[in-house]
């Protein structure tokens, strides 16, 4: 990490302070693929006020100078958007045990130099710290191989997520934005992944049948591999 960059952990209310900064990272970073998210500052600043209302969020700041740079969230599932709820309450998961990460943003020019990973430590060992967690999940946007936008350089977060002990389930929350070039709101499939909270390096194919993990092992089992 470059010297001058600062990584900053604020919870709750302490988040008020940075909801503009942290709302244009959101949309610059998420207008490229394979998001292609055209949002609005008034959608931003409800949704980063609904993790500022929350007692158990965490907001991660990369702050370079007096600028935002990267950031990432965390909240109780049982406290996110609905749309992330459905998938899992939907095949029996207890809502209540999973801990939700949300975005991670960071400019291109700061990648690359261990931060993604500091943004999953830092809310994994939040989750941890809270107790009452079983899992640990997020969700990733759906998109063809041969999806027409794909930069040809594209590099997917896959390989990534997967080091880190997450799975990808057969579970899809349904998310509704408006696409960069369209008039209207589409809906996106986003496949949910997840990790036992107890043990990020374990094979999802090999755990034991009641524990956390070894549910995971059921989700991931049927799951096909998004394309992203
Ligand atoms: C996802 C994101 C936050 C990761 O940040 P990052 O600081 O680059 O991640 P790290 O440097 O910790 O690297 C994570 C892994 O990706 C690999 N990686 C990073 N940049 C890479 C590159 N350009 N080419 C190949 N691998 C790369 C790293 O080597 C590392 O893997 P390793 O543990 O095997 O070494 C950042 O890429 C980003 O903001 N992407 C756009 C938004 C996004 O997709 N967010 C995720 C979903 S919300």
């Not at 998420?30 to 500052?41: I, M, N, T």
């Not at 958007?81 to 291109?108: H, M, N, T």
């Not at 002990?165 to 369209?182: E, F, N, V």
């Amino acid at each position: 990490m470059q010297s001058n960059t600062q990584i900053l952990v604020r919870h709750g209310r302490e988040m008020n302070h940075w909801f503009d900064a942290v709302a244009h990272l959101r949309m610059k970073v998420f207008r490229q693929y394979p998001y292609l998210y055209a949002g609005s500052l008034e959608y931003e600043r409800g949704y980063l006020a609904s993790y500022a209302r929350s007692h158990e969020s965490v907001l991660i700041l990369v702050v370079d100078g007096k600028s935002v740079v990267g950031a990432s969230t965390g909240i109780p599932l049982a406290q996110a958007d609905k749309a992330f709820q459905l998938p899992l309450a939907g095949r029996g998961v207890d809502i209540d045990s999973v801990f939700y990460c949300g975005e991670s943003v960071l400019l291109p020019e700061y990648r690359g130099q261990g931060i993604g990973h500091q943004f999953f430590d830092r809310r994994e060992a939040h989750a941890h710290k809270l107790e009452n967690f079983q899992w640990t999940a997020f969700a990733s946007v759906d998109r063809s191989h041969e999806d027409p936008n794909r930069p040809a350089q594209y590099r997917s977060n896959e390989a990534f997520w997967l080091k880190r002990g997450y799975a990808p389930s057969d579970m899809k929350a349904q998310l509704h934005w408006r696409q960069i070039g369209d008039d209207t709101e589409t809906t996106h499939a986003m496949t949910m992944w997840m990790r036992a909270l107890e043990r990020k390096d374990e094979d999802c194919s090999r755990q034991i049948p009641d524990s956390p993990a070894g549910k995971l092992r059921e989700f991931c089992a049927a799951s096909a591999r998004p394309a992203a």
